[in-house]
């Protein structure tokens, strides 16, 4: 669908560790500032449990995983956006994603440099969301001059986009990011084309200490603090272990997984949650020959989802013969849910729910 998460954060906090270990790639991991130049891009399967239990319900010949594109964002320093470091290429590699994963270092290496001298996790994020912000003030005082010259046409639309500006101006002038506050869906729509910074989603990854992993150390619980007074979501994952759990076969994965007190890697939890983060939904197709993933955009309808099968789908879409994930696992098999009456025909208008299987029904 064309939808990304950016992961960002200052150099040296663990970034394109992170990246490598997510997409399998071989970004280029070093110990000195703007390693990563060029974005690096991967594609990565989203483990879903709902998926795996489908499967086992119906025994495909193939089972295909809906995916996330990640990409890697070099390191951002105070200065940004006014050009400093990769100044206006790191900016213009976030505005074309779709939501930010922002790595913070948590754990403390005298063989791995900060770029500041010194680990403070709180003053690392206000580093970025204030480069992140100023390059947005820009962008807003260009637009709302703009606006302000075709204002005096007395056109109602550019008055209420005008003001819509503005609001978003006094947010950032109050040293706040702008996904913080809250917007109409209409002013939001007058401000979709300038691809603000500050407006993406964020979630916060907290890279800890090998040995801090169970235990939490200092930096993490100061992070932890400030993220949850913005009622935002805080994964805490250590890089090296994540790199390390991939290297190893099935069998001692989980071994090694028992001994951290872990159920399955953060990776994991942090492609699902980058998921959520984008509000996507998830639709299943089941049958013999393959059960697959399906990604669509919240509020999607019936006739919508089947386009992204296939255009034809969604041209010549009659119904949808819908069930529920739940459903078949409280079943046991399709045969049951459709003995019980739990299978129904939708129509054009049906709006497609999170974990819905469905077989389109429609002409060539």
């Known amino acids: 669908m064309g939808l990304s998460c ?39 399967p989203i483990d879903d449990p709902r998926l795996k239990k489908i499967a086992e319900i119906f025994k495909p010949e193939k089972t295909t ?31 074309q994603v779709q939501a930010i994963i922002h790595v913070v270092r948590c754990f403390e290496d005298e063989n791995v440099v900060h ?3 010194v680990v403070d996790p709180i003053r690392d994020i206000e580093t970025i969301e204030t480069e992140l912000a ?19 046409s007395h056109d109602p639309k550019i008055h209420e986009e005008l003001a819509a500006l503005k ?9 706040k990011l702008l996904i913080y506050d809250s917007f109409s869906d209409k002013e939001l729509a007058f401000m979709q ?14 890279n800890v200490a090998e040995g801090e992993f169970n235990t939490r150390g200092e930096h993490y619980l100061k992070l932890k603090e400030f993220v949850e007074k913005r009622k935002t979501m805080l994964l805490p994952l250590c890089g090296k272990v994540e790199a390390e759990l991939l290297s190893l076969d099935p069998e001692e994965r989980v071994v090694f997984l028992k001994e951290l007190g872990m159920e ?43 386009g992204t099968i296939h255009s034809d789908f969604e041209r010549g879409f009659i119904c949808a013969e819908i069930y529920h994930f739940d459903n078949l696992v409280h079943a046991g098999s399709e045969t ?13 208008e049906y709006e497609v729910q999170d974990g819905d299987i469905i077989f389109f029904r429609f002409n060539v």
């Open 193 to 206: 084309d300038l691809a603000l910074l500050t407006l993406k989603p964020v979630l916060y990854v907290a």
């Open 65 to 95: 995983p809906n995916t996330l594109e990640v990409v890697d964002i070099a390191g951002l320093v105070k200065g940004a956006s006014q050009g400093e470091g990769l100044g206006n290429k790191f900016l213009s590699h976030i505005r």
């Open 264 to 306: 399955e890697p953060a990776l994991n939890v942090l492609v699902r949650e980058a998921f959520s983060l984008l509000k996507l939904r998830t639709f299943f197709t089941a049958g013999p020959k393959e059960v697959r993933a399906w990604t669509i955009r919240a509020g999607m309808t019936a006739p919508q989802a089947a």
């Open 6 to 44: 950016g992961i960002v954060g200052l150099p040296n906090v663990g970034k394109s560790t992170i990246f490598n270990a997510l997409s399998q790639a071989k970004a280029e991991v070093a110990n000195y500032p703007f390693c990563t130049i060029d974005p690096n891009v991967g594609i990565v």
């Open 115 to 117: 770029v500041s001298g």
């Open 134 to 152: 100023l390059a947005d003030l820009e962008t807003l005082l260009k637009k709302i001059d703009r606006t302000e010259k075709l204002a005096k």
């Open 336 to 348: 049951v849910v459709k003995a019980k009456g739990l299978l129904r025909l939708e129509g054009r």
């Open 167 to 175: 609001k978003a101006r006094a947010v950032l002038d109050q040293g």
